[in-house]
């Protein structure tokens, strides 16, 4: 670690700062996965979809809860529409809340390397 | 499924900060110090990987709560339609049999642990599941509150280990450029 002869004095409020800036990159961490995770379930359903229009008209069993439920491929139809726009407005929200962290992000590290320059470092490893 | 949690696992005091090295160093010796800090470091480290772990099983558990809600909501629905449901249901692993499920099925069970079941009407088992729910995720919420202390703490501990550290250097280097 070199020591910067000159590095400025660390006070309360970029201790403060710095903290934020630990806790926005780690919740914008865990805001990534759980996109990627309803992605993922988007994506099934969309399978899921596209199976069902090439089945025959009979009946269909709908993974539900722990059982699978009969039912006509019309009704399964609806539920996975259903469930499928519930997922992609679930993504919508938490990218917009990864946007927002983002932002905040930014912020915080303009000012602290206007204050610290290269003495801190703020990036991914 | 009843979860009552503790509500705050962290007793720890929050961390000092130092506001002024040079005054916080005086008459001390920096391996001590940074010993010190080290120490309480791994504390926290520690604290935050627990968290982290009963907080990941708690999370597991609300998509469980969640098919059970499902599943309830199913048979409320039912009620209200006149068609009877057929489902296969797993008898153990990988080995699933039919069953319908006939309009007027009012009750369900609810798996409390403890090897208990009690029988509860739909609405009831609805409500209850619901708020298992909410108490689920209220846990996880104070879960995150925690964690964000502890690594508020870490990071300032990590800060103060590189203030002291950097002030120790500075320190010899002066010594040694005196001496010279």
Known sequence: M????????VTKEDQDQINAFGRLNNHYHEIQGKIKAKKKYSEDLEDASNELMLAD??????????????????????????????????ITALEGELQDIRKNMDGLKTTLYSKFGNTINLEEE | MASSEAKNMVKLPPVEFIDDVDKYMKDKKPDEVLGQLQEKFQT?????????????RMLGKVPHIEKAIEMVMLLVEKESSSEQITVDFELSDHVYT????????????????????????????KGLLEQNKINANQNIANH??????????????????????????????????GSK
């Open chain 1, 2 to 9: 070199p020591s910067a002869p000159n590095a400025p004095q």
């Open chain 1, 57 to 90: 008209g009979d009946i269909v069993k709908y993974s539900y809860g722990f059982v699978f439920v009969h039912m006509s491929e019309d009704t399964a139809e609806e539920k996975l529409t259903a469930a499928q726009e519930e997922v992609d407005q679930d």
């Open chain 2, 44 to 56: 926290f480290k520690l604290l935050e990987s627990r968290l982290l772990q009963s907080r990941a």
């Open chain 2, 98 to 125: 039919k069953a319908t499920i006939n309009k007027g099925t009012q009750n369900v069970y609810l798996w409390l642990g403890a090897n208990v079941m009690v029988e509860y009407s739909l609405e009831e088992a």
């Open chain 2, 144 to 177: 995150e509150k925690d964690l964000n202390f502890v690594r508020d703490s870490i990071t300032t501990l990590e800060v103060s280990m590189a203030r002291v550290y950097n002030w120790d250097v500075m320190q010899r280097a002066s010594a040694k450029g």
